[in-house]
């Protein structure tokens, strides 16, 4: 195998990994452009996969395995959404909550069937497609689950941006009241996208259970805490699925760049450099944040005017905005 | 000039849209089913001008809407015939915005009726109002910034029963018959909006003609203007303005909230001002400004016995100030505020004082000029300033904080969002009122600090209820019972607001006192008799203009109502260099 | 607030007694005895003087990391970022302890430095977390999230790296100190230290006494309660909010020193074991209110050891008792929900 081939292959590998974040951080931009933060995300992907398993290892069906996953994220989200929207209580906390206790469910339901090895997602290569040279391997060469992680980027962003519910999507994340005002049920529609991105976010532990981590591990299923970097990830996107799936598949890159560099730096395990989401997002929240700043206000007022607006007009250009009403209930008066 | 396709889509429409094809004669259907298919497939511009082919009249009877023990609307009957622009005057809390809300479909009243083309028909919820026909363009326009203009546009367009029939919600197709509706309306109005432009790139005027734009083409026959014209240009107010009164000459029902008497003069076919819930009277062209102002704030009240204070030494200075809000801009603001005085600033709301009295605290930072204020070095003892070790010190650009410590103080409107703190007790905001400080609460002493100051204001609560548990009146009392000792200056937005007569004078008596000590008072008020009972100099804000301090007790109800409504400025130019 | 009482207190013992009836349909679809797993918990929490001196072991970072995520709550933040404070606290301990431990100091001394250190560490690393809210705006739940992500990182740097054991590096962390330099416990065998317990105990006392009877507490309530008018009134807010960050990191800071210095005398990839993450649980269960933590804390705490046997006795996985503390915080503040929405709010 020459060193062009195993590089690809590696790539391939990449994107085959990181195909399961990518459909949840489809789904949890999709919630948050609703204005709804699904913070269990990290319990509900351990959760799903969990799920997803067992059900394909009882019925030895592969899609009622992934339908089982979607159905528990939906789930675990619409609790979100009831605490959040019906009965007014803070999204932080409840998801806070829900991912402790759905990863301590997931450890303890999964007790029985850890370590059996159950159905497992095939490779599905393209006929013609998969010949070309490069771009054939790294595209054309996965399986199914994967294909769809390319389509669901492209059908969310053509949803979000092309469509008329997609508008209606971003305005009663951006603005309810004037969504409001033209009709919009937004406590509805709010439900319902907190569901959708929930149901995507579930696919994505099936796809680790069914096959990119095969099997049910528990506490070794190196699962835990990929749900906060999915969480880490959707900021970086700045809620636009094209690049959101930019930063899944940088994530995976830089995992896949710590396994590939190890034996040169034995010193440093790989964790190290699969934290890097988390300062990129850290850096993302602060240039988002900058322009609101008290301190910069401030600085900004003794400005002469033009140094002023000019000024201003950069910070607004930086700003990678989230939906302005995130988080916030919505109030009819 | 109904056409026949035009004529059978409206009877279509009336008749709603699963009515009977088998309902009209034989001869007629294929008309008709060529009308329907026209309709149906055709762009909306031809509800964009529904309102010229049946226009809408809308009557009021009696409505009436109570908040708690408030009552907002109190039995308005109002008949506005279509084609015509309704003004609607009166000041803040004179109920204009609680009748247009219900209108629009936020709120429903308690009792009455409102008639469309003399039906009686209750509106549900505003979505409800635009399928009406219906449509109210709000002060700040309820649009989406970070999207298109285009997008803001259709956004709704379905659920308003309008618009696109045969869109399916992919993009193409509607969208493109949506840009060129939209761009026939614009030309039609003589407006330049660019449908790929965003919209937070847009000045208020701009979001105005599209949120009209927009309504238009949904098909309203009914327009509400909720105070269109605070803070846009003049050439897009004249561009308003015409814009208006070509729509009316055509049929449309305008409606025009608005404080300031010089537009609704100007554009009104109609006016009726309210006050206190109460229509107290409707007058048509031509206006008489006089009487507008009597029906708006009352006729002047005689007035007592005034003990003025000499004024001491300088407090506050304020040199060639400019401040900038969301909406306006104040230039040139120049104040000298003496120990012992008392400056009332009138205006309506958002007109400007508020930012003002904010920059004079330190909580608004101005983009020009100085606000330089007194420190006396060497407290004398309470109550006497001693004339040595007094200097002006210029806080410009501080924080609230640094004139906090050179003893200005500023009390907020909004009590419980801003001024306290819920789930804190009465005690325990003195206790962080006075800056008592230490490891360990002395309680004994806190409450009784509480407690004298419960009884010198007359506050109805405990010192350990919560705060929220008090009543509206006594979180006002309480808010102000917070007052430090000694103060220099003193930043209060509406004292007395939510109090009845009686405490109204106790407060006033109290900082009536104050002011004995030395203290300067600046305050916010909307009632005009409280502004000219106790203020030595009165300052009026009017749509980012600011008067040069006037003498109150030259001036009468009639000429300050005036000013606050636009009225009358003329007059004070040359006398100061306030004016933007 | 009294009108409705009996009422509001169905709604929360509702949710306290549906959280345990959803553990026990959990329990039966794992076709496990229910009965039979509680009293085991129990059994495994409290059946022993060792199982017993156990749970006082895990109770005392619990502890310790409640008092100091009170202090955050009190103020109105969500210091998720608790976990890594704690880990921070243990690595600054052990470097103070690889220091010091060829010095000729007292060992006492130096156990005294060493958690020091340790509330050094932990408030260094919380101060972080408050400077990037305070300055650049990044709310404190994301921004202690990446820092909990990378104090882990650098925890395992250090033990795969600078501090590995001579050898090969191991997953059971640095080369164990010298026994004299191991926090004073009951017993050779024992891993209860006397004095975590007084710490522990002084801390949550402390804090009780800062938010109720002083100053500064009353301070920081009313920063929490309405900022805005905390501000008119005088109070420094930023000031405050970074000062209860701090706090909390000496809090944290003093658990991660307490679990180097008394349990494993040396630094584990696993320092914080979750602590900080379930002291956010403990704070959000007993609503926020203090003299309510200790007892809770302790509850959780047998939870946990009481679990530990699960797997030998009833081949159940131990996380069991992670899905009753989640189970009765999430329902709990589902009936808060509930009360408020048929009851009306009412203020604390």
């Known amino acids: 195998m020459t060193n062009e081939s195993i590089l690809l292959a590696g790539l391939a590998g990449v994107l085959f990994a990181a195909a399961p974040i990518v459909f949840a951080v489809i789904g949890e931009t999709i919630t948050e452009r609703a204005g709804v933060i699904n913070l269990s995300m990290n319990g509900s992907i351990l959760l799903s996969a969990m799920g997803g398993f067992s059900v394909s290892l009882a019925t030895g069906s592969l899609l009622l395995g992934f339908l089982a996953g979607a159905a528990i994220g939906s789930l675990v989200a619409l609790v979100v959404a009831f605490a959040s929207i019906t009965l007014r209580q803070s999204q932080v906390a409840v998801g806070f909550v829900l991912a402790l206790l759905c990863r301590d469910l997931s450890y303890f339901l999964g007790n029985p069937v850890m370590g059996q090895s159950g159905p497992r997602l095939p490779g599905l290569s393209i006929p013609l497609l998969s010949s070309i040279p490069i771009v054939g391997t790294l595209f054309f060469a996965q399986d199914l689950m994967t294909y ?186 | 000039m109904m056409t026949g396709a035009a004529e059978g889509a409206n009877r279509l429409s009336a008749a709603g849209d699963s009515a009977s094809l088998f309902a009209f004669p034989l001869p007629g259907r294929r008309k008709l089913l060529y009308s329907v298919y026209k309709f149906r497939h055709a762009t909306a511009l031809e509800s964009a001008v529904a309102f010229r082919e049946s226009p809408m009249r809308v009557e009021f009877r009696a409505i009436t809407k109570t908040f708690g023990s408030l009552k907002a609307n109190d039995a308005i009957s109002l008949e506005v015939p279509s084609g015509s622009i309704q003004g609607l005057l009166g000041e803040n809390g004179a109920g204009k915005s609680t009748l247009m809300k219900i209108l629009s479909g936020f709120i429903s009243h308690d009792s009455g009726e409102i008639l469309l083309d003399g039906e009686p028909i209750r509106i549900a919820s505003p979505a409800d109002a635009i399928r009406r026909g219906i449509g109210m363009l709000h002060q700040d326009p309820l649009d989406f910034p970070p999207f298109r203009l285009l997008e803001n546009f259709v956004l709704g367009a379905a659920k308003a029963g309008r618009g696109l029939k045969g869109d399916r919600g992919r993009s193409s197709r509607g969208t493109k018959l949506a840009r060129r509706d939209f761009g026939e309306l614009c030309a039609r109005f003589g407006f330049s909006l660019d449908p790929d432009a965003w919209v937070d790139s847009l000045t208020v005027g701009e979001r105005q003609q599209l949120e009209i734009l927009r309504l238009l083409w949904l098909g309203a026959k009914i327009l509400i203007l909720d105070e269109p014209t605070t803070g846009i240009s003049l050439p897009q107010k004249e561009k308003l303005f015409a814009t208006l009164k070509k729509l009316a000459s055509e049929g449309m029902t305008v409606l025009f909230v608005t404080h300031k008497l010089e537009d609704a003069e100007f554009l009104c076919d109609r006016v009726a001002v309210l006050r206190q819930g109460r229509l107290v009277g409707a007058t048509a062209r031509p206006f008489s400004s006089k009487d507008l102002v009597e029906l708006m704030f009352g006729k002047d009240v005689p007035r007592t016995e005034r003990r003025r204070n000499v004024p001491g030494h300088s407090v506050l200075s304020v040199k060639g100030a400019a401040i900038e809000g969301p909406r306006l801009r104040m230039e040139g603001l120049d104040l000298e505020a003496r120990a012992g005085e008392i400056i009332g600033l009138a205006g309506m709301e958002g007109s400007g004082q508020s930012l003002f009295l904010g920059a004079c605290g330190g909580l608004v930072q101005p983009v020009a000029g100085a ?49 306290l703190v819920p789930g804190l007790s009465l005690t325990e905001h003195f206790i962080l009122s006075e800056g008592m400080h230490g490891l360990f609460v002395d309680r004994k002493r806190a409450r009784e600090i509480a407690e004298s100051r419960i009884e010198a204001f007359r506050i109805k609560g405990g010192p350990d209820s919560p705060i929220e548990s008090l009543s509206g009146g006594n979180q006002q009392r309480a808010l102000l019972a917070l007052m430090r000792n000694p103060l220099s200056l003193l930043l209060i937005e509406h004292p007395t607001r939510g109090l009845d007569i009686e405490s109204t004078a106790y407060i006033w008596s109290k900082l009536r006192d104050r002011c004995a000590e030395g203290t300067s008072i600046i305050f916010i008020s909307s009632d005009l008799d409280e502004i000219l009972e106790y203020s030595d100099r009165v300052i009026v804000f009017y749509a980012g203009r600011v008067s040069p301090p006037l003498d109150a007790e030259a001036l009468s109800v009639e000429r300050l109502g005036g000013l606050i409504g636009g009225a009358g400025w003329e007059s004070l130019e040359g006398k100061g260099s306030n004016v933007a | 607030m009294s009108r409705n009482r009996p009422v509001r207190f169905a709604f929360d013992a509702g949710g306290v007694v ?85 010095s000729t100091l007292d060992p006492s001394l130096i156990l005294a430095l060493a958690v020091l250190a340790g509330m050094a560490g932990g408030a260094l690393w919380a101060s972080l977390a408050g400077a990037l809210k305070t300055f650049g705006g990044v709310n404190e739940i994301f921004g202690g999230l990446g820092l909990n992500f990378v104090a882990t990182a650098v925890n395992l740097w250090l033990i795969f790296g600078p501090w590995k054991r001579p050898g090969v590096a191991s997953m059971s962390g640095t080369l164990p100190f010298d026994p004299k330099l191991w926090m004073p ?115 959780f705490a047998a939870l946990n050891v009481g679990s530990i046997q699960l797997p030998i006795v009833l081949r159940l996985d131990s996380s069991l008792a992670g899905v009753l503390q989640g189970s009765l915080v999430l329902l709990v503040l589902l009936a808060k929900g509930a009360k408020e929405r048929f009851l009306g709010k009412v203020q604390k």
């Open chain 3, 18 to 102: 549906v959280a345990f009836v959803l553990t026990t349909l959990v329990l039966v679809a794992a076709k496990a005895p229910p009965l039979k797993a509680f009293a085991n918990i129990a059994l495994g929490a409290f059946g022993t003087w060792d199982v017993t001196a156990n749970v006082i072991v895990s109770w005392v970072p619990l502890v310790l990391a409640t008092s100091g995520l009170l202090v955050t709550f009190t103020v109105g933040l969500w210091n998720i970022g608790i976990e890594g404070q704690i880990i921070l606290g243990g690595i600054f301990t052990t470097w103070a302890l690889r220091g010091l431990e060829h």
């Open chain 3, 185 to 299: 416990t009951l017993g050779p065998d024992s891993r209860l230290a006397p004095a975590s317990v007084v710490i522990a105990l002084l801390a949550i006392v402390a804090v009780f006494i800062l938010v109720q009877g002083t100053y500064f507490g009353l301070r920081l309530k009313a920063v929490g309660r309405n900022p805005k008018a905390a501000y008119v009134l005088g109070v420094k807010t930023w000031q405050h909010m970074m000062a209860a960050f701090a706090l909390c990191g000496l809090f944290a800071g003093l658990a991660g020193a307490v679990q180097v210095l008394a349990v494993y005398h040396r630094l584990i990839p696993a320092i914080s074991s979750g602590y900080g993450y379930l002291g956010l649980m403990v704070a959000m269960l007993v609503n926020y209110s203090v003299p309510l933590a200790a007892p809770v804390a302790l509850f």
């Open chain 2, 371 to 419: 606000f330089c204020v007194d420190v006396d070095e060497n407290p004398g003892e309470r109550g006497r300033r001693g004339a040595r070790g007094r200097e002006m010190r210029d806080l410009t650009g501080k924080t609230h904080h640094d004139f906090r410590k050179a003893g200005v103080a500023w009390l907020p409107a909004a009590r419980l969002e801003q001024g």
């Open chain 1, 148 to 333: 769809f992680s390319f389509a669901i980027v492209v059908l969310a962003w053509l949803f979000i941006f092309k469509t008329k519910a997609g508008l209606e999507l971003r305005g009663i994340g951006e603005r309810p009241a004037a969504s409001y005002v033209r009709g919009s049920r937004v406590e509805g529609l709010r439900y319902l996208y907190t569901a959708v991105g929930g149901a995507l976010a579930g696919l994505a532990g099936p796809m680790y259970s069914l096959s990119v981590k095969a099997g049910w591990k528990g506490t070794i299923s190196g699962l835990d805490g990929l749900g906060w970097i999915v969480l880490a990830i959707t900021i970086f996107g700045g809620w636009k699925p094209f690049r959101a799936a930019l930063g899944a598949w940088l994530f995976a890159f830089l995992q896949w760049l710590g396994l590939v560099l190890q034996p040169s730096l034995p010193g440093i395990p790989s964790q190290v450099l699969q934290v890097a989401p988390f300062p990129l997002m850290i850096l993302t929240l602060l240039l988002v944040n900058l322009g609101d700043a008290e301190w910069v206000e401030r600085s900004l007022a003794r400005l002469p005017d033009k140094a002023r607006k000019r000024a201003a007009r950069v910070l607004r250009a930086m700003r990678a905005t989230p939906p302005a009403a995130l988080g916030a209930p919505f109030e009819k008066d």
